[in-house]
Each structure stands twice: as structure tokens, then as C-alpha cells.
């Protein structure tokens, strides 16, 4: 594996980002804890790290929660030190829609352009709709981590959403103009052939990581596997696809088959993880399959992407957590973020671990070191 390059947020500067109303903190290239009680505003500041990656909140679809009660403008600005120096990310967003996304001080024409530039992973209590929910939020997921690692990956989902609206569109007419239908379908081919290839990729890639890091996390106790389904792993094209699935297609009137329909599927020890494992097997998968994604976007990238855990202790007891600890402090992983309630007890694990740690309390919405009072 190639030495992968050296990034961290050293610096973060909050201006009304939810119930974040101002705040200028500087990080430890490694480790920082950020405690405080539920509804005080740490998962919303985790929520700050991510959006400068990813412009956008991990905890909403939408941008019209992230303004802070009676504010119209919410501005986030980042300091990134690079093996080559320090870059800086600033994102303003108004509640008229218009945001802006600048690298350097320079606004990127597309917003799409930013993804990938500062790679992060975020696991958090949510994560489980991973399991329990649709194969939407599953291909959500892949969608996620494949565009920071792969900016054609990126435009080629955007195309194929793009045309498959336009697909079920004439679907619907009725009668259905045949030649537009083709027109519109031959378009779809090689987005969809792209996004086929990447997700098999990844996917086995995945399987592979997912189950060793489970084993470290839970000491070998059970056996995890990852199977990625697609209508196009039967061996037929997307053209082969659609013109099998086509007079189905009319009669339901929207697309039936096709990479939209992929999916993950979770096991462990041969068996659904949603129905026959606990909660916290559950969450240990989870955490296992984010470190996984974290392992192949350092490999693919080569950056080590920020890791983000909000509420690590959720649903896993000290021991496990003690384990994921020392994984993440060694030398393959970079920065990390994490939150937590109990400020004592983490302390407690991870001075026992590493001293190459900052903490920060969050109160109503003011973050501060933690030598400060709330």
C-alpha cells in the first residue's frame, strides 16, 4: 500500500450553523473529543466538519435546516494542512438557496467539483438505517463514498438520474413514443455501464475490508459478508436489460430495471444482519464497514480522509470501543472526531490509549476547550 498523503482540519471557523452561532476552534491533527449532553449542539458541529467536505449536512437532505433560528446566512471556513501546505475551504449558504463553495479563495463553477478534495467518513447513530431500511439508503451510501474517490463515477450517476426522470417521463405518456424511449435509453448505456463496473469494484473491495475489521472489533466471534446485487451481474448489458424489460416497463410506467435497483446485501454468518443479529452486533457491523470505507478511500485516494464518530459509545460496551480506539490511533489513520456525552469516561479510554488528543465541550451551542467552563 503507498504512503498515503497527510490531511487535517487544523481550524474551523462557525458563523450561525444551526444552533452554532459563532465559534473559531483550532484541532489536534489527531484525536478530538467533543462532549456535551444531547440537544447542546455537538452532533451539529461534527455536522459543520462534514458539510466542508461534503457541502452538504450529513443529518438532512435539505439545506433550509441549517441556518440558525432567525439568520438568513450561515457561513462555514476551514484550514486544511496538506503535506504541501495549508489550503482553506469557505462555504456560505443563504436561505434563498444560493451557496458558494470556494478553494483557496476561488469559487468552484460547479459545487460537484469540490467533492473528494477533503475526503471523510462519518459513522453515527443513523447508520442503521443502513440495515434496516431500503436499498436507497444502501445505494446512498455507495454513491457517497465512490464520488470521493471518482469524479466520472460522480458525473455518471448525475447523467443517469438525469435521464432516467426523462425515461419514466415518456413511460408515462400515453401512447409511449417508441423512438424517444430508444433515444433517451441509448443515452443511459454507459452511465449505467460506469456506475456498474465501480460499484462491483468497490463492493468486493468492501466485503473483503468489512469482515476483517468486524473480526478486530469483536475478536472473531462472528463471520460477516457483503453481497452487492445488481440486475447486471446476470452477465447482460443495460441495452439487453431494457429492451427485455420494456413492454413491463410501459404497462408500470416507470423504468423496472437498471442500476437504480442495486443493493447490498449484509450477512453475518450466512444469515440477514437485520434479523438474526443484536443491536450491538448491528453497530459493530456498522463500524466495520465505515472503517472499511475508510481503508479503501485512503488506498484508492491517497489521502487519509477525517473520520468522524458521532456517539462511538452508542450501543457498544467499553471493551469493543477500547478496541476501535487503538485501531484508529495507529499510523493508517489520520484525524479523527469524536462525540460523546460522558467527558470523564472518555477521558478515561482514550488517555489510556494516546495523549495525542484535544477535548472540547459543547453548551447551548458554545464550543470551548475543555479546560473552559460551560
Not at 460506469?194 to 460499484?199: H, K
Not at 463492493?203 to 475478536?219: D, K
Not at 443495460?238 to 430495471?257: I, N, P, R, Y
Request: glycine share 8%; aromatic share 10%.
Amino acid at each position: 500500500m503507498h504512503k498515503a498523503t497527510t490531511m487535517y482540519l487544523s481550524r474551523i471557523i462557525v458563523s450561525n450553523f444551526k444552533n452554532i452561532t459563532g465559534a473559531d476552534i483550532s484541532f489536534s491533527p489527531k484525536i478530538n473529543c467533543i462532549c456535551g449532553d444531547n440537544g447542546e449542539g455537538k452532533t451539529n458541529f461534527l455536522d459543520a466538519v462534514y458539510y466542508l467536505s461534503m457541502t452538504k449536512s450529513f443529518l438532512s437532505s435539505s439545506d433550509r435546516y441549517t441556518f440558525t433560528y432567525g439568520k438568513d446566512e450561515a457561513v462555514l471556513h476551514g484550514d486544511y494542512a496538506f503535506d504541501s501546505g495549508v489550503e482553506d475551504i469557505a462555504v456560505s449558504l443563504r436561505s434563498d438557496g444560493n451557496k458558494t463553495v470556494r478553494h483557496n479563495g476561488k469559487a468552484y463553477k460547479r459545487i460537484s467539483e469540490h467533492i473528494g478534495k477533503i475526503p471523510v467518513v462519518m459513522t453515527a447513530p443513523s447508520d442503521v438505517a443502513l440495515i434496516h431500511d431500503s436499498g436507497e439508503e444502501r445505494r446512498r451510501f455507495l454513491n457517497m463514498m465512490i464520488s470521493q474517490m471518482d469524479q466520472e463515477y460522480l458525473r455518471a450517476v448525475v447523467s443517469y438520474n438525469r435521464l432516467l426522470r426523462q425515461r419514466n417521463s415518456v413511460l408515462k405518456q400515453e401512447p409511449v413514443q417508441d423512438i424517444l424511449l430508444d433515444t433517451v435509453s441509448e443515452r443511459m448505456y454507459g452511465f449505467s455501464e460506469c456506475i456498474y463496473e465501480a460499484r462491483s469494484r468497490v463492493a468486493g473491495m468492501l466485503n473483503e475490508r468489512t469482515a476483517s475489521f468486524y473480526g478486530l472489533i469483536s475478536e472473531g466471534k462472528e463471520t460477516v459478508e457483503i453481497r452487492y446485487r445488481s440486475d447486471l451481474s446476470g452477465g447482460a448489458g443495460t441495452a439487453e436489460l431494457f429492451a427485455s424489460s420494456v413492454q413491463k416497463d410501459k404497462v408500470m410506467g416507470f423504468t423496472t430495471s437498471g442500476v437504480q435497483r442495486d443493493d447490498l446485501e449484509f450477512l453475518m454468518d450466512g444469515y440477514p444482519v437485520r434479523r438474526c443479529s443484536s443491536q450491538g452486533q448491528q453497530k459493530s457491523f456498522l463500524l466495520a464497514l465505515k472503517m472499511a470505507q475508510y481503508s479503501v478511500m485512503r488506498e484508492v485516494s491517497g489521502v487519509r480522509p477525517i473520520l468522524l464518530f458521532d456517539d462511538l459509545f452508542d450501543k457498544l460496551d467499553a471493551g469493543r470501543v477500547a478496541s476501535l480506539i487503538k485501531m484508529v490511533s495507529g499510523g493508517d489513520f489520520g484525524q479523527i472526531f469524536i462525540t460523546h456525552t460522558d467527558g470523564t469516561r472518555l477521558r478515561g479510554i482514550i488517555g489510556g490509549i494516546t495523549d495525542q488528543c484535544k477535548y472540547f465541550s459543547v453548551c447551548r451551542g458554545q464550543v470551548r476547550s475543555s479546560s473552559e467552563n460551560c
